[in-house]
T-cell receptor
Framework: NAGVTQTPKFRILKIGQSMTLQCTQD?????MYWYRQDPGMGLKLIYY???????DKGEVPNGYNVSRSTTEDFPLRLELAAPSQTSVYFC????????????FGEGSRLTVL | GENVEQHPSTLSVQEGDSAVIKCTYS??????FPWYKQELGKGPQLIID?????GEKKDQRIAVTLNKTAKHFSLHITETQPEDSAVYFC????????????FGTGTRLKVLA
């Protein structure tokens, strides 16, 4: 069982470039999340989804977009990358969004120069 | 909205000693409090959780306590071992009805052999 898979693991972008962080899970979880982790700042929620076709903003959504066309996939799109988006990004999923255990991917480290 | 504060940010203990990490939350409606452990280069993993109808929960060397009146909850690790070295995050959530966990800023625990 692969769990939550994120690609790429590392990426360097130039200011103004765009890219998509991929996230897929094979556990048939309805709820999926994108977090960013900055040093000393914990995990901040960017966007989340409670099912295919449904997405909503989290704490820090500016500069990002998401889509959820299937249960398995929840890609995160960065448009016009900025240095402030340098971070480690984690995708997570849970079968239940209210009290369920979050299953995290291994993270994607993004650097914007 | 909910705010979770976590202390200390770093903690060093001798192997075999106990470690305590404390969190406070602001929203009295929060009723679910998980703790996650993040090892180097990995995504966070759930180690223990507690719901607001319980004051304490134990799992082998790990315990969590909750004081709803003071809006405090704490993680206790006894007989620490080198493999306990990691970053620990607390979180708070309101269930049911929301799907978003608010995380603390993390505690880096070092267990010295």
């Amino acid at each position: 069982n692969a769990g939550v898979t994120q690609t790429p693991k590392f990426r360097i972008l130039k200011i103004g470039q765009s890219m998509t962080l991929q996230c897929t899970q094979d556990m048939n979880h309805n709820y999926m999340y994108w977090y960013r982790q900055d040093p000393g700042m914990g995990l901040k929620l960017i966007y989340y989804s409670v099912g295919a076709g449904i997405t909503d903003k989290g704490e820090v959504p500016n500069g990002y977009n998401v889509s959820r066309s299937t249960t398995e996939d929840f890609p995160l799109r960065l448009e016009l990358a900025a240095p402030s988006q340098t971070s480690v990004y984690f995708c997570a999923s849970t079968p239940r969004g209210d009290t369920g255990e979050l299953f995290f991917g291994e993270g994607s480290r993004l650097t914007v120069l | 909205g909910e705010n979770v504060e976590q202390h200390p940010s770093t903690l060093s203990v001798q192997e075999g000693d106990s470690a305590v990490i404390k969190c406070t939350y602001s929203d009295s409606a929060s009723n679910y409090f998980p703790w996650y452990k993040q090892e180097l280069g990995k995504g966070p993993q759930l180690i223990i959780d507690i719901r607001s109808n319980v004051g304490e929960k134990k799992d082998q060397r790990i315990a969590v306590t909750l004081n709803k009146t003071a809006k405090h909850f704490s993680l206790h690790i006894t007989e620490t071992q080198p493999e306990d070295s990691a970053v620990y995050f607390c979180a708070a959530s309101i269930t049911p009805g929301t799907y978003k966990y608010i995380f603390g800023t993390g505690t880096r625990l070092k267990v010295l052999a």
